[in-house]
């Protein structure tokens, strides 16, 4: 899978094939260090967006992810969809997690710099995470989208879409979980 394998100066692996071209890049010294390069610096805004497959949300939920919201829009325009999980109700999970792809691969578009949230990616540190945000802004792309996934986890054609692939934790996340841990991290 290729999008194991992305890494800017963040220190994650790099994929130069979805990075339009532009050639990998040894990280900089200035990584080396615990704090982002792109602390206390302005670096282009970008839009970001929150991909997640799953019903309807708890109250306690959705609070928090308002909250996070409204935090992170002081910074950059944030958004958070919601694409229904087992559109076709059926039992069989392969034919569930094909559909949730297909959902998420229509919401994906071509300038998207791609991230997904995968308990088999990348360990990040919050560090890590401000340089992804700062180097998905120095690609190119329009737009940074984070997809995750629902029950039975992302499909094969979001997980090769993905420019990068990280896991915030080496426990298994509710999407839930996943989304506000998500959040948290992108505020901080
Ligand atoms: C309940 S988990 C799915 C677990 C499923 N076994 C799988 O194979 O992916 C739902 C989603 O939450 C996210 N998630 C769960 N744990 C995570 C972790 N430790 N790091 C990053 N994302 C995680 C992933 O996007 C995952 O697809």
Known sequence: MGVLSWSCS????????KNRGAPAR??????????????????????????????????????LVEEYKEKIGHYCDVEDSLIKSNPKLTS???VQ??????????????DDFVVVLDENGKDVMSEQIADLIGDAGNTGSSRLTFCIG?????GVQVRERADA????????????????????????
Do not use: F, W
């Open 150 to 154: 629902g029950p039975y986890g992302l």
């Open 10 to 17: 963040c220190g994650l692996n790099p994929s130069p094939s």
């Open 165 to 188: 692939a990280i896991r915030l934790s080496s426990l298994v996340l509710n999407h839930q979980v996943a989304l506000i841990v998500l959040m948290e991290q992108l505020y901080r």
């Open 97 to 110: 997690i094909d559909s949730e792809d297909a959902s998420m691969m229509q919401q994906l578009k071509p």
């Open 26 to 63: 040894p990280p900089p010294p200035a990584y080396r260090g615990r704090r982002s390069k792109y602390t206390g610096q302005s670096v282009r805004k970008m839009p970001m967006r929150v991909l997640t497959v799953g019903k309807k949300r708890s109250q306690g939920t959705q609070l």
């Open 92 to 94: 069989d999970v392969k």
